[in-house]
């Protein structure tokens, strides 16, 4: 491997003028060096283009691109298409990195070249303080629980390679991308014990992942994974039901989420009926 490869740092933002600023900030302020920054506007409605558009046009390693809103799956895809690095992770416009985020996943490839994915441990700020308690990576529950999350490290020969994130997906689009990667590559997967992401909570307890999960979309993303992926799902003797337990909502609202969901595929005459008027 390299010894200083580039790493590319890819920044989907859609409205985040009040925090985009704070993630490319982060990200500038790596305390290795050799990183390339872009910044992904995905039609925001705000300020949010015009903010960093000043930004950038001070920084030379920062590059800054626009397209119509298209979800953040071709966000981060038109980033990487723009990319040069050998390595490549995303950060979302509302986060940060910790300074030494970059150079500590770069250590564990140098010390393990095999592995495929390498993320950290996580710290929530803003409204909500404290750990993110990300389980540690499991190859026998990847397919109904997602311990990876979005910003792990990856090699980008590998993410080209898997055919990038499937656009066809509105969220869960990191999950499905980690089952194609562990699928052709094993259980190559390293999570470093150090909290080197911060994970921001708005005032409403929320991020813009939260909100993307808290939408009926859900739904869909779940029935596409299962039938896209249904040799894995049937090889493991997992069904539809066990991605049932994937769902973050909690209490009543996570039993109506149930129903609902079990409706809509086996019951689709009072789906409709129930949900549909």
């Not at 990195?97 to 441990?121: G, K, M, S």
């Not at 079990?262 to 549909?276: D, V």
Request: charged share 25%.
């Amino acid at each position: 491997m390299i010894t200083t490869p580039l790493v590319s740092i890819v920044i989907p933002c859609y409205n985040c003028a009040s925090t985009i600023i704070e993630a490319v900030e982060s990200a500038r302020n790596q305390s290795y060096g050799y990183i390339e920054i872009i910044v992904v506007d995905d039609g925001s409605t705000d300020s949010s283009f015009h903010t960093i558009n000043m930004y950038v046009s001070e920084q030379a390693n920062i590059k800054i691109i626009q397209q119509e809103n298209s979800g953040p799956a071709k966000a981060r895809n038109t980033g990487f298409m723009h990319a040069k690095g050998q390595f490549l992770l995303f950060l979302d416009g509302d986060d940060k990195l910790h300074p030494d985020f970059v150079q500590e996943c770069l250590a564990a490839y140098i010390n393990a070249p095999d592995l495929q994915i390498v993320y950290t441990r996580a710290r929530f700020f803003g409204s909500t303080r404290g750990e993110w308690k990300i389980k540690p990576f499991e190859q026998d529950t990847l397919l109904f629980k997602n311990a990876i999350p979005i910003f792990a490290m990856i090699r980008a020969s590998t993410f080209k390679a898997v055919g990038m994130f499937d656009e066809n997906m509105r969220l869960a689009e990191d999950w499905e991308l980690w089952i194609r990667i562990v699928d052709k590559y094993g259980p190559k997967v390293h999570r470093i014990d150090r909290e080197l992401y911060y994970y921001r909570k708005s005032g409403t307890g929320q991020s813009l992942t939260d909100l993307r999960y808290s939408s009926n979309a859900w739904d869909d993303a779940v029935i596409y994974m299962y039938q896209k992926h249904y040799p894995l799902y049937k090889a493991s003797r997992g069904s539809i039901y066990d991605l049932f337990e994937a769902k973050k909502y909690k209490d009543d609202y996570e039993q109506k989420w149930y129903r609902k969901l079990f409706y809509r595929i086996f019951k689709p005459t009072k789906y409709k009926r129930k949900y549909q008027r």
